[in-house]
Each structure stands twice: as structure tokens, then as C-alpha cells.
């Protein structure tokens, strides 16, 4: 019986292979188009545009030519600078009660600008004298910040910051002056004020004429109808507009009740400066006649208005001074403040120890001013307070536990003129005294614009 053998025979599917080589070549080739479609479009234009951008850049760039020795060379194309004008200017003054900052910041200028502008200005000028009216400037670029602030507190106190090379910088300015020596002689009619106005001058000047002679008399209480004053005084002109006075170089009083009293400028060659009498005694002595400062009494009010009147409570001597209302009070000499409160009947009352064992007392005060406390030190002339509304002072002195005439007192003054300089002093005086002496005095019925 013969076996039967089986055997696995494979077929190969020609077709099959054929299709498959083709669609091979076919795939290749489209891949290759794709790569060729690409280079055509991304590759190529971008080491096109690469090429181009060099190419340019090579054109733009300028070719530079060496000028010949002593020539000057103009750019071909103007080179443009940033513009450093200020864009925005605002202006103002400062009111009661506000600071600088704050002033600043109702313009629109910001803090972050206006506070190194005002920490730089500080250099140059202490904010802490800063008064109401002082006028001020800023000026700001497109950007906001500061590219110069101006403080003006008179016409030649002038302070600037300034940004150069983006620094902030300070300097006073200088404000040129003129200044012409004037002169004045008048008859007294009615009150020292109304007399200054009739002939020629202002409340201001018959002030600061006053203002020489606290140390020795009380003009509301002293000066009488025809009595005679004369003055030598600087006044200072800015663009040939008067701005104010300067010095009072010589001053001069004939008075029915105090007699003749002359008081002159001099300043040595070291510099020390100070009013003398014709002797050369100095004229400030270490306590005042007037606690008071009556700078801001209207020229029209008559003296009487301003006579002191002597009192007496609980057997204590004082003199009680009507003043303008809210009129400052100052301290008659320098000293420690050893009590500073408010008393039942008497107001704001303030006590100063004073050198030599005397005492100075203030009563019937509106308010103190800031600082004005126990222990505290003042100075002459410092102030100390303000009045009421009413005006009305009551001041005494006590030298140990008596009560004693300030206005009778005789008080210790300053340095006099140095020996070494004594003939230069007399000098001086002979020729003001001169100049004094040829003045035309203007009489009771008489006055001068």
C-alpha cells in the first residue's frame, strides 16, 4: 500500500510584489517633490530676505572721511537730540498751615518727583523758615518729572534746583540790587507813624527807626508834639522798582521829654557790626524798654492808643501796655522759661529767669508760641506769644523778690567800638553827622510824598 505524502507548496503573488515596488517609487518620489517644494519656498526665501537684510546693512553703513587739518565737517544727515524741554509749567504759594510737599502735589506735580526736588533745594535753604506767600515754580518734562523748581521767599531771595545730566542740583540766585542812600528830617504831629507818612516815608520805616532805641525809651509813651527826628537809611531797588530798606546808617531824636539821642551804623574792618552811640557805646543792652512788637500798627492810630499805664495789684507793681490786636510779644532779654500755663483772671501767663537775678512776667496772652514751655531757652526779642483780639498786655519785672522800673532801670550793654578802631568809628560818625546837620526839616504844617 503505498503512503501518501503531503507537502506544503507557497505560491508567490507576483502581482502583488510588482504593485508594491511601484508604490515605493512613487512614494519616494513624492517625498523628494515635497523637499524640493519646501526649499523652493521657505529656504530659499529666507537666504534671500538674510542676504538682502546684509546687503542693506552694508549700504547703510556711512563711509567715514578724515577732514583735513583745521576743517570742520557737517554731518550729511542732522542727528536728532532728545528733547530736554519742559513740557508743563505750574506756579503757586504757599497758604497757612501747608508744606511745600503739599503745595507741590495740589499742582499735580507727584511725590515721588517732588520730594527729592525738595530734599535737594534743602541744601541751599531751611524749610523750616518757609512762610505763607512764598511764591514757587516747577517745571516738569513730558514724562512728569522735575526739570527745575524755583523758590521765591522776596524778590532777591531766590533758590533754584536745576537737573543737569539727570542730577539734581541747588544754588541761591543772584538777584542784582541797587541800592541809594536816602534821607529824612521831620517834625512830629501826632502819633511817630503818621509823622513817617506825612513826611515821605511809611509805617514800616518809622518802625524800624523805633526799633533802635527799645533799649532805651517807649515812643507811645515818651514822644510829644513837636519833637524832632532825622534818619540816613538804604533803600534797595530791583530792576528800578523800590523793594525795601536796608540799613538805617544814622538816626536821630530830639524829644521835649527824653532830650537828644543819635545812634549810628558802624562795622569794623573784622567784619563785627552793631549801632553805637556817638561815643561808641553799643546801643543793645541786655534787657528792652517795650516787651512788644508793635511792627504791625496801622500808621494812622495815634500814640495815645498805645500808652502804657502803670498798675498796682496785691501790691505789685506793673504796667499794663494796649497794643494792636493780636499783636506778638517778645521776651525783653534772654533767659529760661520757669513757667508757661494758662491762670485763672490772667490768660496765658509766662515767666522768664533772666541773668542778674531778675524776672520778667507776661499775662493776659491769647496763646504761646509752639515751644514756649518750662525750661525752654529764649533769646531777646524772641517770641513768645500773641495777644487777644483786644490787645492788652500786663507785664512786670522783679529783680530778686522787688518789683522794679524797667523803664528807669539801668541795665549792663554790649561791647563798645574796639580802641583800635575808635578814630576810623569817629570818622564815620563826623560825616553822617554832617550830612545830618544840613537836612531841611519838614514842619507840622508841611509833608512830602
Not at 3 to 14: K, L, N, S
Request: aromatic share 10%; glycine share 8%; proline share 5%.
Amino acid at each position: 500500500m503505498a503512503r501518501r505524502v503531503e507537502h506544503t507548496i507557497y505560491i508567490r503573488d507576483v502581482r502583488h510584489r510588482r504593485k508594491t515596488r511601484f508604490s515605493r517609487i512613487l512614494a519616494g518620489l513624492f517625498i523628494a517633490g515635497l523637499i524640493a517644494l519646501n526649499y523652493m519656498v521657505f529656504l530659499k526665501d529666507s537666504l534671500q530676505l538674510q542676504a538682502g537684510v546684509q546687503e542693506k546693512e552694508l549700504r547703510e553703513i556711512p563711509r567715514v572721511q578724515e577732514p583735513a587739518m583745521g576743517e570742520t565737517v557737517e554731518p550729511d544727515v542732522p542727528v536728532e537730540l532728545p528733547n530736554e524741554e519742559p513740557a508743563t509749567t505750574v506756579a503757586g504759594e504757599l497758604r497757612g498751615g501747608e508744606s511745600m510737599l503739599q503745595a507741590m502735589k495740589n499742582l499735580g506735580v507727584e511725590a515721588n518727583e517732588a520730594i527729592p526736588a525738595i530734599q535737594a533745594m534743602e541744601d541751599v535753604f531751611d524749610f523750616r523758615s518757609a512762610q505763607a506767600g512764598d511764591r514757587f515754580r516747577v517745571q516738569l518734562d513730558r514724562v512728569g518729572k522735575v526739570v527745575e523748581f524755583e523758590l521765591a521767599t522776596s524778590p532777591t531771595d531766590m533758590y533754584v534746583v536745576k537737573r543737569e545730566k539727570g542730577k539734581l542740583s541747588a544754588l541761591k540766585k543772584n538777584v542784582p540790587t541797587d541800592i541809594k542812600v536816602v534821607s529824612m528830617a521831620c517834625v512830629v504831629q501826632g502819633s511817630l507813624y503818621s509823622s513817617f507818612q506825612r513826611c515821605g516815608g511809611d509805617s514800616k520805616l518809622a518802625h524800624l527807626f523805633m526799633d533802635l532805641f527799645v533799649w532805651d525809651f517807649n515812643f507811645f509813651q515818651q514822644a510829644r508834639k513837636g519833637d524832632t527826628f532825622k534818619l540816613l537809611v538804604e533803600k534797595v531797588f530791583v530792576d528800578g522798582r523800590f523793594l525795601d530798606y536796608g540799613r538805617i546808617l544814622a538816626a536821630e531824636y530830639q524829644g521835649s521829654a527824653i532830650g537828644q539821642h543819635s545812634v549810628f551804623y558802624f562795622k569794623d574792618p573784622d567784619g563785627i557790626d552793631g549801632y553805637y552811640t556817638a561815643d561808641g557805646t553799643a546801643v543793645r543792652k541786655e534787657f528792652l524798654k517795650i516787651p512788644l512788637d508793635y511792627a504791625l500798627t496801622p500808621g494812622q492810630k495815634l500814640a495815645a492808643r498805645y500808652e502804657p499805664r502803670t498798675l498796682k495789684e496785691g501790691g505789685k507793681r506793673m504796667v499794663e501796655y494796649p497794643a494792636p490786636p493780636k499783636a506778638r510779644v517778645w521776651s525783653v532779654a534772654s533767659g529760661t522759661v520757669t513757667f508757661a500755663g494758662e491762670v485763672k483772671k490772667e490768660g496765658w501767663v509766662v515767666e522768664i529767669q533772666h541773668a542778674g537775678g531778675y524776672t520778667s512776667r507776661y499775662t493776659r496772652l491769647a496763646r504761646l508760641s509752639p515751644g514756649v514751655e518750662e525750661g525752654a531757652q529764649v533769646y531777646q526779642k524772641s517770641v513768645i506769644g500773641q495777644l487777644t483780639s483786644s490787645g492788652e498786655l500786663r507785664f512786670s519785672l522783679r529783680k530778686g523778690r522787688k518789683t522794679v522800673n524797667h523803664m528807669t532801670e539801668n541795665f549792663p550793654g554790649g561791647d563798645p567800638v574796639p580802641p583800635s578802631y575808635m578814630n576810623l568809628f569817629q570818622e564815620t560818625v563826623r560825616k553822617v553827622m554832617d550830612e545830618l546837620r544840613t537836612l531841611d526839616v519838614i514842619g507840622i504844617e508841611d509833608s512830602q510824598a
